[in-house]
């Protein structure tokens, strides 16, 4: 007996997010005209500098494999009611593990490296959300909390590492030493030519881009399949029927967070030996962070988070070619993406509620 | 607000309240349909129907929560907008929620004069209040201690607290919402007595409930409601409680269960001395010893809060205990490993626990999901060592959503999509269409209509029937009385006596409810 009546799943995971995405659009062009631009030249750049050519998709797609990557971890997190805001951290500490398994095991091939930077990038983010997991689990230390302050000291550990560690000597810059050729993965460029499509050799994305497409479907099979998934559900849902059912919250805290962090990991595989083919102080570049956003947008969804992330990658490349091409100033691209994070995020039931009365609406008139 | 802010109040008719055409939807829901009803002035008028019935509704559109959509209100013959509570309070209208809405570590006083001060300072208030406190506790047998905290209160005595805080406001007709569900027959009585010294004072009194004795026994006239419509309005003296039944659900049910006599068994549980400690150092079972056999029905009565929440939770392997505990003679543990509500369920102990939506459902859950809940490890629930068989599952729902009935019959509706009734009847498929050695339920008709209460019972027997064992926790006496074979009741964490059903009456255990032996 709630006025706030429920919507068909297609209309919550398709219509909501699309409606907040366009008013997050039109706000933005109000504050594009004012600034004296030209919101139309603004959006067809963006458009054309994202999707225009196969080098603009190619940075799209390289930043969308990110973003599915953290934005998966989210959601798993999430699906347990856990809000892991340290994606960011889990990444930082993925991208070392991914650096040490490059660096100090040779490899003979990209395919035995690839299988090792998977496994090094995921254990390694695996077991820096076991930490504040464990925490909440055991300690009932607030897992938003702890996660936060760990990417703060992922970063420094990082700092640490690069700096009085990895660092080759006699260099000033704090990064490692450059993977041997035998680990680089093979660009889309290359993949793609293997079936003779051409596509650009400029942008980073490479075969993780795959790898982040598998792991959404993994994600998926896990969540709804698996009886692990089915507790990890149960346990989101209701804590209180997870016990009745003899499902252990600490177990299911900790398999979450660790699935998690696992995932958030696996991101370095792209950035550090996709594109970077080293490992560098800020590797993640704020990814962590937008995977909230993708799994907000994506309603925690493995094919939400997927559709979410290209728009998200849509939105980096073309915010970058309009910060290159127009008097708009790099702050107002920021802007647009907060607007976008904004509307599809925090004010998500501004658009919900009026679609779910229509429906309901529509329902009374069929009846 | 002061005695002066109120106008006198025109005494041209005889009805305190009239509904005129009251219509209220949510969204496609229609909870008031067309609703006209008058309440005469000093009498006391129940108002009865199922959950779900449209009652809460109306009472909230005359407290002022909800704005009705069509029709009016008359206060003493006088057309009344009431946009929100405090009107209510200036027309005159108090109501006494049925979870109280009291704030815990104020003392008696404080919530008394709380969003009624006399201007900023507090004393004139406080000492206007213990005043008028010490008259009503005089005339009315409402006695409560001024500065006592109301969180050291016995529930019978924070209810007489919520009256007291209606009539400062001067309230001269008062809204009880399901007044007794959380009291012992004997606080009960008592609140009958204070609600006719009212009457006899000239107050008016609506009195929302679900219990048809009460009705008999304590109103002037009933009005039934059935999905959102005013099917009834007769004189309490001319109407018999299956008349009512069969107004508030439509057709004719059988209020007594039929039931053969017990053939009971071998001893299925044994628990000697049970101990619990809550997180808080307070002993919530203080050495419980109880049986139950095959093929009977031990019913455990008790009001709510004396420790049946945390015997359930005990023996469905959700909390810690000390003591001892068999099953067919096997040692359980109840505490450590072995302990847990995996184990329990792989022993054939199973659960209907007493809040279907915060522990027995996943609402969120659809039907067939929710069918796994507890038995997500059961071998014809699985595929391999981590794949579901879902198919499985979902064959197993739709075979036992026909067995018990539950409408509608489709295992992919979520939880929350189904009415309490059948909510239920999902919950008691899940656990005894397993045929188990010991089946622990909880309020299993809480919430739950006549119809499917009917139903429930009747269930509930034939599983006994099978030879299982059943410990019924129920805060509805008359529950307890109609289907166990045996009675044990609880007070304060102990069992304060045990009957054979067929030898004991609702005054008997209801002495023993309060503590007294």
Not at chain 1, 212 to 227: D, E, H, I, K
Not at chain 1, 295 to 306: C, D, I, Q, T
Not at chain 2, 14 to 28: M, Q, T, V
Not at chain 2, 105 to 123: C, P, Q
């Amino acid at each position: 007996m709630s006025a706030k009546g429920r919507i068909p799943d297609w209309a919550d995971v398709t219509l909501v997010p699309l409606v907040s995405v366009a008013l997050a659009f039109m706000i933005s062009a109000i504050l594009i005209w004012a600034i004296g631009e030209s919101p139309w030249e603004a959006v067809k750049l963006m458009v054309e500098g994202a999707f225009g050519s196969s080098y603009g998709w190619g940075y799209t797609l390289y930043y969308a494999t990110n973003f599915m990557f953290t934005g998966l971890a989210v959601s798993v997190a999430f699906q347990a009611r856990l809000f892991n805001i340290g994606g960011e951290g889990q990444a930082l500490v993925g991208g070392l593990g991914v650096a040490l398994v490059c660096l100090y095991i040779p490899w003979p091939h990209w395919t035995l490296a690839l299988v090792g930077a998977m496994l090094g990038g995921a254990v390694f983010g695996a077991l820096w959300a076991l930490i504040p997991g464990w925490l909440q689990a055991k300690r009932g230390s607030h897992i938003v909390i702890t996660t936060i302050m760990f990417n703060f000291i992922a970063a420094s550990l990082l700092g640490y590492m690069l700096v009085n560690v990895l660092r080759p000597q006699g260099t000033q810059d704090p990064s490692s030493p450059r993977f041997p050729p035998e680990t680089a993965l093979p660009s889309l460029h290359e993949i793609l030519a293997l079936v003779g499509i051409p596509f650009s050799r400029v942008p980073p994305v490479n075969i993780s881009l795959l790898i982040a497409v598998a792991m959404c479907f993994v994600v998926w099979y896990l969540l709804w399949r698996t009886r692990l998934g089915y507790q990890i559900r149960a346990f989101g849902e209701s804590e209180p029927a997870a016990e009745y059912a003899g499902i252990s919250p600490a177990r299911i805290t900790i398999y979450a967070m660790l699935i998690s962090g696992a995932l958030a990991g696996l991101m370095a595989v792209n950035s550090v030996l996709g594109e970077q083919q080293r490992l560098v102080l800020n590797a993640v570049e704020g990814a962590g962070f937008i995977g909230i956003a993708v799994a907000l947008m994506g309603r925690n969804h493995p094919f939400g988070v997927f559709l979410a992330a290209i728009l998200f990658g849509f939105l980096y490349q073309g915010g970058a070619e309009l910060a290159l091409w127009t008097g708009i100033p790099r702050e107002l691209i920021v802007v647009i993406q907060a607007l976008v994070i904004l509307f599809t995020g925090a004010l998500d039931n501004m658009v919900r509620i009026p679609i779910a009365r229509l429906f309901a609406q529509a329902r009374a008139r069929g009846r | 607000m002061t005695a002066t802010d109120i106008s006198p109040r025109a005494q041209t008719t005889d009805y305190a309240i009239e509904l005129r055409g009251i219509s209220k939807a949510f969204g496609p829901v229609q909870a008031n349909k067309d609703i006209s009803i008058q309440v005469r002035r000093g009498t006391i008028h129940g108002i009865v129907g199922e959950n779900g019935a449209g009652k809460s509704t109306l009472m909230s559109i005359l407290y002022g929560f909800y704005r009705a959509d069509a029709g009016e209100i008359l206060i003493n013959g006088q057309a009344t907008e009431i946009p929100d509570s405090q009107s209510a309070i200036r027309a005159g209208i108090g109501m006494v929620f049925q979870h109280f809405k009291l704030v815990e570590n104020f003392s008696v006083l404080e919530n008394v004069i709380l969003g009624a001060e006399a201007g900023g300072m507090l004393r004139p208030s406080l000492s206007r209040a213990r005043g008028l406190l010490k008259d009503l506790a005089r005339e009315f047998e409402l006695n409560v201690d001024p500065d006592a905290k109301v969180e050291d209160l016995s529930v019978g005595h924070q209810q007489r607290v919520e009256i007291l805080k209606a009539l400062y406001r001067e309230a001269d007709i008062l809204i009880l919402d399901e007044p007794t569900g959380v009291l012992t027959p004997s606080e009960a009585d008592h609140l009958f007595r204070i609600l006719r010294g009212l009457k006899d004072q000239g107050k008016t009194i609506i009195l929302i409930t679900h219990k048809l004795r009460e009705i008999m026994d304590v109103t002037d006239d009933v009005s039934v409601m059935r999905r959102g419509e005013m099917v009834a309005t007769r004189p309490t003296a001319q109407t018999s409680p299956t008349e009512l039944a069969e107004l508030m659900v439509g057709r004719k049910v059988l209020l007594r269960v039929e039931k053969p006599p017990a053939r009971p068994g071998k001893i299925v549980l044994q628990v000697d001395n049970l101990r619990v400690v809550d997180s808080q150092g307070v002993e919530r079972l203080r050495g419980i010893s109880l049986n139950v056999r095959a093929g009977e029905i031990l019913g455990i009565a008790g009001v709510a809060g004396n420790g049946q929440s945390e015997l359930l939770e005990v023996l469905a392997g959700l909390r810690d205990a000390e003591g001892q505990a068999q099953l067919r003679g096997e040692d359980l543990p109840l505490a450590g490993p072995g302990a847990g509500a995996i184990s329990r369920r792989r022993q054939g102990v199973a659960h209907v626990p007493e809040d279907r939506h915060r522990r027995g459902l996943v609402l969120r859950f659809m039907a067939w999901e929710n069918m796994a809940l507890g038995y997500h490890h059961d071998a014809a629930y699985n595929a391999g060592p981590l794949r579901m068989n879902n198919a499985a599952i979902m064959r197993d729902t739709e075979a036992k959503m026909q067995h018990f009935d539950v409408r509608p019959p489709d295992p992919l509706l979520q939880a929350e999509g189904f009415s309490g009734g059948n909510q239920q009847k999902l919950v008691l498929a899940r656990e005894m269409e397993r045929n188990p050695e010991i089946l622990l339920v909880g309020q299993p008709t809480r919430g739950v209509d006549i119809g499917a209460i009917e139903f429930i019972h009747q269930q509930l027997i034939r599983l006994r029937d099978q030879g299982s064992a059943i410990l019924l926790v129920s805060v509805e006496l008359d529950e307890i009385l109609a289907l166990s074979d045996r009675i044990a009741v609880m007070f304060d964490g102990r069992i304060m006596g045990e009957r054979q059903s067929d030898q004991t009456n609702a005054q008997e255990l209801g002495l023993l409810m309060a503590g007294m032996t």
